[in-house]
């Protein structure tokens, strides 16, 4: 019973469709910069390409060439398997790190989406009305008339005319999906 109840939490959590609302609004919001970064990239792009051309590439090779002496000069064999276990244990740490930053980051977006859903639906409007009216005190109502007779004396009336009354049906019970699955296929749940 308990996977039922997890696969039913799961498939009425509304979060992951406010997750995919709230990227698309990001996603949108980030493609209207794309425009003034071409132009950028436009105005940029004669310096850089000049500056790359001017580059002697002789001096590049040997800078690389030192640096990668340099590298493999600075490591100690003995040193290697604490270095690595401590990059193991660092690994895992950070790991961890980014998955709590990852959670918080998914609950900023999907929020983001219930607040651009709501603003598609025009919910943002209904709920200052909402707040509104809980604040402002509402205005006195004068009482409905009165009913003609009251129920009670309504079925009194009824039984001492000798008239039965009809019994009440019972609202259908509804069915679930699972139920009408199993229903479908002549199966019984």
């Known amino acids: 019973m308990a996977i039922a109840d997890d696969l039913k939490k799961t498939l009425t959590d509304p979060t992951p469709l406010y997750f995919a609302a709230g990227t698309a609004d990001l996603a949108v919001q980030q493609a209207k910069k794309v ?6 990239l436009r105005a940029e792009a004669p310096a850089r390409i000049e500056a790359v051309k001017n580059t002697d590439p002789k001096a590049v090779q040997e800078a ?20 690595a276990q401590d ?14 930053r990852a959670k918080e980051t ?15 639906r025009g919910e943002v409007a209904e709920e200052i009305v909402d707040i509104a009216g809980a ?41 679930t999906a699972a139920k009408k699955a199993a229903a479908g296929t002549g199966e019984e749940a």
């Open 135 to 175: 604040v402002e005190p509402e205005p006195a109502r004068e009482p409905a008339q009165e009913p003609a007779q009251e129920p009670a004396a309504a079925e009194a009336s009824a039984e001492s005319a000798g008239e039965e009354k009809p019994a009440a049906k019972k609202p259908a019970a509804r069915r």
């Open 64 to 83: 690389v060439a030192a640096k990668v002496t340099e590298v493999f000069g600075s490591i100690d064999p003995k040193k290697l398997g604490e270095t």
């Open 106 to 120: 998914y609950d900023k977006v999907a929020e983001h989406g219930e607040q651009t859903v709501r603003a598609w």
């Open 35 to 40: 425009p003034a970064l071409i132009e950028q």
């Open 87 to 100: 990059l193991a244990l660092r690994g895992v740490g950070v790991a961890a790190e980014y998955a709590v």
